[in-house]
């Protein structure tokens, strides 16, 4: 992949950043117009980690600009059995548990491990998003009551921003402080930072990427946000009117190039479509009569194609990622739909990253505590 100097307008300013341009994969110019893209799972991606690591819930993954692929996991949630050298007394040779957050490159070389609590800063009780921005800065968020706070890294693991504080969310109208943020996005044409907040709050809400400085936020349709909203029960959910307002949690955000904003509306089984500055254009429900509340709309990626012709949405409750078209909503494919912990299965899939080649990176929650890769093997006929 070519990775070039480019002058980016933020505003009416502009800023000299690093892009990534030209190899996509050929297959994907050379598709027809119903060709779809395939997959397969890479079991051996990844080398082991050293130092005797283990990892545990994986809240999130990403894939920067250079397409090394990073982790976010929950070191409090590895089960004794599995960290037995670090008990004291230790219990076993293996394991101790891996720093937070890790980065591999793209043949799954482990690179760097950094992450927890540090001076100057306050770390989250529940580790959840993660996203590295196009000036290689990390975000991380976490989706505890009180993860109330974004914190921004240097991919080496300096500190640099902190917006929000632990503790003092006062709603989905609060500018000041977050409420369990799920999903970060950082746009490079507007330099502006997309939250998906969250576990708690019921919005999206956008900050300066440099500053940390509010800048707006929205409910479903684009409607200001009412933590009063009742919903109905679940069977009544799945098949009366669309929901007012975005359940718990709004799950994850993504901007495509076309100046579009994703909003995973996850326990409501929609994603919603939105322009930049909050104006509602569409939506769409996947596999709606779902009654488990986990929903079905747990993550976002696209291909790596100029258009982003698809959408991948990660479904947790069917153990799938329904493939869109990204202008029609249509559901055209799927990976998986089948539960369990082997190569060609899901167990609790929970978030998914896309790298310039088309491959898959996916992470697992709760039992699943897994992260892996997914090959793009070209199109369909």
């Given at each position: 992949?070519?990775?070039?100097?480019?002058?980016?307008?933020?505003?009416s300013a502009s800023v000299l950043a690093t892009i990534s341009v030209g190899s996509v994969p050929r297959a994907w110019a050379q598709a027809n117009k119903s060709s779809v893209p395939l997959f397969e799972p890479d079991p051996l991606w990844s080398q082991a980690l050293p130092n005797k690591w283990v990892t545990g819930q994986v809240g999130g993954v990403a894939?920067?600009?250079?397409?090394?692929?990073?982790?976010?996991h929950r070191p409090a949630t590895i089960p004794d059995g599995?960290?037995?050298?670090?008990?004291?007394?230790?219990?076993?040779?293996?394991?101790?548990?891996?720093?937070?957050?890790?980065?591999f490159d793209a043949k799954g070389k482990f690179l760097r491990a950094w992450g927890g609590p540090g001076?100057?800063?306050?770390?989250?009780?529940?580790?959840?998003g993660i996203f590295v921005d196009y000036k290689d800065n990390v975000?991380?968020?976490?989706?505890?009551?009180?993860?109330?706070?974004?914190?921004?890294?240097?991919?080496?693991?300096?500190?640099?921003?902190?917006?929000?504080?632990v503790g003092k969310n006062q709603g989905s109208n609060d500018t000041a402080n977050?409420?369990?943020?799920?999903?970060?996005?950082?746009?490079?044409?507007?330099?502006?930072?997309?939250?998906?907040?969250?576990?708690?709050?019921?919005?999206?809400?956008?900050?300066?990427?440099?500053?940390?400085?509010?800048?707006?936020?929205?409910?479903?349709?684009?409607?200001?946000?009412?933590?009063?909203?009742?919903?109905?029960?679940?069977?009544?959910?799945?098949?009366?009117?669309?929901?007012?307002?975005?359940?718990?949690?709004?799950?994850?955000?993504?901007?495509?190039?076309?100046?579009?904003?994703?909003?995973?509306?996850?326990?409501?089984?929609?994603l919603q479509v939105f322009k930049l500055d909050g104006t509602f254009v569409k939506e769409a429900f996947i596999a709606r009569n779902t009654l488990q509340s986990e929903g079905t709309v747990h993550?976002?990626?696209?291909?790596?194609?100029?258009?982003?012709?698809?959408?991948?949405?990660v479904d947790g409750s069917n153990k799938a990622i329904r493939i869109l078209n990204r202008q029609t909503l249509e559901v055209v494919s799927r990976v998986g739909g089948h539960a369990g912990h082997n190569a060609r299965e899901f167990f609790h899939i929970h978030s998914i990253a896309a790298d310039s080649k088309g491959?898959?990176?996916?992470?697992?929650?709760?039992?699943?505590?897994?992260?892996?890769?997914?090959?793009?093997?070209?199109m369909s006929k």
């Open positions: 992949m070519k990775r070039v100097k480019a002058w980016l307008a933020v505003g894939v920067d600009s250079h397409d090394n692929v990073w982790v976010f599995e960290k037995a050298a670090s008990l004291n007394p230790p219990q076993a040779e293996c394991c101790i548990p891996a720093p937070p957050v890790l980065e001076q100057g800063y306050e770390w989250f009780t529940s580790e959840h975000w991380l968020s976490g989706n505890a009551k009180e993860d109330n706070q974004i914190l921004k890294f240097t991919a080496t693991g300096k500190f640099l921003m902190q917006i929000g504080r977050l409420g369990g943020p799920a999903g970060l996005f950082v746009y490079p044409k507007t330099n502006e930072l997309f939250v998906a907040d969250g576990y708690f709050n019921h919005r999206v809400i956008v900050f300066d990427a440099d500053t940390g400085a509010y800048k707006r936020h929205w409910g479903a349709y684009g409607k200001k946000p009412d933590d009063n909203l009742k919903f109905p029960p679940r069977a009544q959910l799945v098949q009366g009117p669309p929901p007012e307002g975005f359940n718990n949690p709004v799950h994850a955000v993504l901007v495509t190039n076309d100046d579009l904003v994703y909003v995973a509306d996850r326990s409501n089984n929609r993550g976002f990626a696209v291909s790596p194609d100029k258009e982003q012709k698809f959408l991948y949405v491959n898959l990176f996916l992470g697992e929650v709760n039992n699943g505590q897994r992260y892996y890769k997914y090959a793009f093997k070209g």
